[in-house]
């Protein structure tokens, strides 16, 4: 079984009034995503989607300005990739897994392929991608959906999933082609 997992598609990092905006970089995977989701659903697969989720105090905060605080419009999912009946992971920290409850949701639906999708792709996909390798999971990262705050940082994080943790590299229009 799959599931697409949609990392921290929020109004603090996708909307240009989001306080960790990442700016038209990262706007430019909404439509592609969006059209992968809805395969995703016609095909009645699993759709997983994270939220950064903080506490006005989280020690996040020392390295980051203060963004996705509990509650507010800043840690919603943005307008344009609305969940619908999908399954909402709420993390402090950068991978899905640590704190949450994504693996046994996982292992209850009996999936065992993902397909990452999201922001930013050097840091929450990365780790989440870390953690589901470690954990047995088949993973592949959506290219087209996913971005960094540069192209320097998005090629590390492709590299690094690609030679070091073994995952598929895919553009979304390659995944359901027969």
Known sequence: ?????VIDMQN????P????YGGERVRRVIEPLKELIEEFRTREYRIVYTQDWHREDDPEFRIWP?????NTWGAEII???KPENDYTVKKRRYTAFFGTDLD?????????ELYLSGVLTNICVMHTASDAVLRGYSVTVIGDC??????EEYDYAIKHMK????CRIENSREIFRT
Request: charged share 20%; proline share 2%.
């Open 17 to 20: 009034d989001g306080s960790l």
């Open 1 to 5: 079984m799959k599931a697409l997992v």
């Open 104 to 112: 046994l949701y996982l292992r209850e639906n009996g999936i065992q």
């Open 146 to 151: 996913t971005e960094a705050l540069s192209q």
């Open 66 to 70: 203060p963004h996705c605080i509990e």
């Open 79 to 81: 307008e344009e990739l």
């Open 163 to 166: 030679n070091i943790l073994n």
């Open 12 to 15: 603090d990092f996708c909307h």
